[in-house]
């Protein structure tokens, strides 16, 4: 069990128990089996003959769900008492493959609708939790966090609700800006990456892939990814190349100013395997640009490393882009919905992060510092160390 000296010493919050809404079942499952194990674990170390009331369990998980009336309207509800648990409640708003129904009509569900069940379930706990604990692991608004001339600022407004509404603790990864933090100073905000998993997952699954600078390079592919490619690089002891997007600001589609074209600055990347690194691919064309350019440059193999696929456009660019050898590999986490043609593609391999997710909500329940469990340098250490010597 991954830092199981932290909690040999303390005792839970409350008991903890997890609520999933609609879409993100599969993964508080996969978190659920890890925390049991964890918990299995840690009595048996420990030789406990007192077990608090609800540390060890077959499973955390509360029912819940909001169903919605003719009209589209909807309600919370949870199906078991949480009165002084440590709830924690997990959401994915990105999943739009469910669907609801509005005057007999077949509506998608859009990040807005998640919310709101999130904002439902919520209301059904308040008061009655010890604490309530929102994992949303891709930000709700989180690409619109800041305000230029006449705009929303959605992302903060949500926080700000959220907080209002009582939660104490909010979990994310990888946020688009983790400034936005900053509309809620007095509420726990964690922002955790899946650089170690990213790593983890091109060993098992690349072969011969080395981490060493004769042979790997980190690419930001702009300029907000740099402190990103910049961690990568420093913890490996390899060499970092960036793209800039040069815009045309006299025009506006779909919402956003066109790249004109991805500028390179860095050293050669000539003969090397190249890992491009962002939070997430949206439509796909920026990395696809950035991935066509690096092999114009002679880059030996690209991986595409992003924390969240969306793909919004379809898989099709990339299908085409991996049969002429554009790119090699598509690494992204099981963090939220992906299409299930995406799971099937040779060129897509998963950074499983239920593991690291339950070891997080674990130490949160434990009330212990969470410093260790954020920082993941021991472990690349060591997987680097395997590496050389094997």
């Known amino acids: 069990m991954p830092n199981i000296e932290l909690l040999e010493q303390s005792l839970p919050l409350a008991p903890i128990k997890i609520a999933a809404l609609a879409g993100c079942e599969d993964l508080a499952k996969e978190v659920d089996r890890k925390l049991v194990k964890f918990r299995e674990e840690l009595v048996a170390k420990r030789q406990m003959s007192l077990i608090p009331q609800g540390y060890s369990s077959k499973s955390f998980l509360v029912e819940c769900e909001c169903p919605r009336f003719g009209t589209g309207e ?37 990040p807005d609708n998640h919310y709101q069940d999130l904002k439902r379930i919520i209301s059904a706990a308040t008061g009655k939790a010890r604490r309530i ?32 509404m009582g939660i104490a603790n909010f979990i994310t990864f990888d946020a688009h800006d983790p400034r936005v933090q900053n509309s809620i100073p007095l509420n726990g905000f964690d922002n955790f990456f899946p650089t170690y998993q990213f790593l983890k997952a091109m060993v098992k699954n690349v072969p011969d892939f080395k981490l060493d600078n004769d042979h790997l390079m980190i690419i930001s592919p702009d300029e907000g990814a740099m402190s990103r490619a910049v961690y990568f690089s420093n913890i490996l002891g390899v060499d970092m190349g960036m793209f800039y997007k040069r815009r045309d600001y006299s025009t506006i589609v779909n919402g956003k100013n066109p790249i004109v074209a991805h500028e390179f600055l860095g050293d050669s990347v000539e003969g ?119």
């Open 133 to 164: 604990n929102v994992v949303m692991p891709f930000i709700y608004e989180g690409r619109q966090h800041r305000k230029t001339k006449r705009e929303s600022l959605d992302c903060a407004i949500a926080l700000r609700e959220l907080s209002n």
């Open 74 to 110: 909807g309600k919370g509800y949870i199906k078991e008492s949480v009165r002084g648990a440590d709830f924690f409640i997990m959401c994915d708003i990105t999943n739009h493959s469910l669907t609801y129904k509005v005057c007999g009509h077949e509506n998608h569900m859009s």
């Open 272 to 390: 090397k395997d190249v890992v491009v690194i962002d939070d997430m691919i949206s439509s796909g064309e920026s990395m696809l640009d950035v991935a066509k350019q690096l092999k114009q440059r002679h880059a030996n193999r690209v991986f595409v490393c992003t924390t969240y696929g969306l793909f919004t456009d379809g898989l099709k660019k990339f299908d085409e882009y991996y049969e002429n050898g554009m790119i090699d590999y598509v690494v992204t986490t099981n963090l939220n919905y992906r299409i299930p043609e995406l799971l099937e593609k040779p060129y897509y391999i998963e950074a499983n992060m239920s593991k690291y997710l339950a070891s997080i909500m674990d130490i949160m329940n434990h009330d212990v510092s969470i410093e260790k469990v954020r920082s993941s340098n021991d472990k690349i250490m060591n997987l680097m160390k395997k590496l050389q010597n094997n």
